[in-house]
T-cell receptor
Framework: KAGVTQTPRYLIKTRGQQVTLSCSPI?????VSWYQQTPGQGLQFLFE???????NKGNFPGRFSGRQFSNSRSEMNVSTLELGDSALYLC???????????????FGPGTRLTVL | QQQVKQSPQSLIVQKGGISIINCAYE??????FPWYQQFPGKGPALLIA?????SEKKEGRFTISFNKSAKQFSLHIMDSQPGDSATYFC????????????FGDGTTLTVKP
């Protein structure tokens, strides 16, 4: 099976712009989670989608949003970009997202976002 | 509020030595504790995971030790190899909600040949 893919791999934006990142989970996986990774804050949970519904949300401002499509692919959007949004954005998929039993989360390579 | 504290931040070990990384958690509702390994330019990959009903789990050279009363768990890498040089993250979640994990800040391990 192909792994989790994320596009684009690198992105440079300027303050105030908005950005959309895409994640394609492993085939058959229904849960997609997004994390922000920065040197100072480690991996911070953004949100999780399961069967097109947001099931969990982390402590990020409303500028961060996401959605999941019927084929389980997910997008996250960041509006009004700030310098502090520069980070590696990681997507992880799992078959059921732990519902009923623990599932392994498989991470993609991430999208490196730089805000100038 | 950081719910999972990881130490040390960096670790240098000689080839063949034992690498030990420690984590402590606060939320007693956590009941699933995975460790991830991340190489530069890659996403984290699951290494080994443990549930709190066991005190130790071993897979090859990697062992998790778990102390429920102290709310601590640790990763031991035996016979450390240069190929083990990577960043290691501990994490915690609820088994019924493993899609939302809380991560430690990571430990950068360097194994010198």
């Amino acid at each position: 099976k192909a792994g989790v893919t994320q596009t684009p791999r690198y992105l440079i934006k300027t303050r105030g712009q908005q950005v959309t990142l895409s994640c394609s989970p492993i085939s058959g996986h229904r849960s997609v989670s997004w994390y922000q990774q920065t040197p100072g804050q480690g991996l911070q949970f953004l949100f999780e989608y399961f069967s097109e519904t947001q099931r969990n949300k982390g402590n990020f401002p409303g500028r961060f949003s996401g959605r999941q499509f019927s084929n389980s692919r997910s997008e996250m959007n960041v509006s009004t970009l700030e310098l502090g949004d520069s980070a590696l954005y990681l997507c992880a998929s799992s078959p059921r997202g732990g519902h009923g039993s623990p599932d392994t989360q498989y991470f993609g390579p991430g999208t490196r976002l730089t805000v100038l | 509020q950081q719910q999972v504290k990881q130490s040390p931040q960096s670790l240098i070990v000689q080839k063949g030595g034992i690498s030990i990384i420690n984590c402590a958690y606060e939320n007693t509702a956590f009941d699933y504790f995975p460790w991830y390994q991340q190489f530069p330019g890659k996403g984290p990959a699951l290494l080994i995971a443990i549930r709190p009903d066991v005190s130790e789990k071993k897979e090859g050279r990697f062992t998790i030790s778990f102390n429920k009363s102290a709310k601590q768990f640790s990763l031991h890498i035996m016979d450390s190899q240069p190929g083990d040089s990577a960043t290691y993250f501990c994490a915690a979640s609820r088994r019924t909600n493993a899609g939302k994990s809380t991560f430690g800040d990571g430990t950068t391990l360097t194994v010198k040949p």
